[in-house]
T-cell receptor, first 112, second 110 residues
């Protein structure tokens, strides 16, 4: 069974631009969560989507948004990029309940 | 939400058994304990999950005492490729308010 895939793997943007990251969950998984990982803050939860609805949200500004499609694929958008948004963005999927989540390889975003 | 405490780093040699302990004093009755491994610039990889007593799979064992206020990940006969950061998570196994701690950086030497 294919794992979680994320595209693109690497991205360079400049301040003020916006970016969209994509995540395809493991087949059959309906929950997709997004995380930001930086050396200073570690791994931080952004939000979780389940059946196209945002189920939970972490403590991030409104510039960070996401959505989930009917096929469970998810996208994350960051608007008005700031230097501090440079990070590894990770997506994880699970079937939906209290289960193990599986992570993708991440998208490395560099904001210049 | 259960907070976890792990050693910041550990050193070991190839072929040794490594035990990483995680403290989670305020674990809730329905919380599970999950361990992940992460290599630089990669996503965390699920290692093992348990609720109580002992769980073993092909890569590790997880020991959980009766009071469940701590857990120990045991890696048998580590190799250089086991050098990574190991995270202990308690509670919801994903998404909703998942809190990753700082993790334990394991260095395996030849």
């Amino acid at each position: 069974k294919a794992g979680v895939t994320q595209t693109p793997r690497y991205l360079i943007k400049t301040r003020g631009q916006q970016v969209t990251l994509s995540c395809s969950p493991i087949s059959g998984h309906r929950s997709v969560s997004w995380y930001q990982q930086t050396p200073g803050q570690g791994l931080q939860f952004l939000f979780e989507y389940f059946s196209e609805t945002q189920r939970n949200k972490g403590n991030f500004p409104g510039r960070f948004s996401g959505r989930q499609f009917s096929n469970s694929r998810s996208e994350m958008n960051v608007s008005t990029l700031e230097l501090g948004d440079s990070a590894l963005y990770l997506c994880a999927s699970k079937r939906g309940g209290v289960e193990t989540q599986y992570f993708g390889p991440g998208t490395r975003l560099l904001v210049l | 939400l259960a907070k976890t405490t792990q050693p910041i780093s550990m050193d070991s040699y190839e072929g040794q058994e490594v035990n990483i302990t995680c403290s989670h004093n305020n674990i809730a009755t329905n919380d599970y304990i999950t361990w992940y491994q992460q290599f630089p610039s990669q996503g965390p990889r699920f290692i093992i999950q348990g609720y109580k007593t002992k769980v073993t799979n092909e890569v590790a064992s997880l020991f959980i005492p009766a009071d469940r206020k701590s857990s120990t990940l045991s890696l048998p006969r580590v190799s250089l490729s086991d050098t990574a950061v190991y995270y202990c998570l308690v509670g919801d196994t994903g998404g909703f308010k998942t809190i990753f701690g700082a993790g334990t950086r394991l260095f395996v030497k030849a």
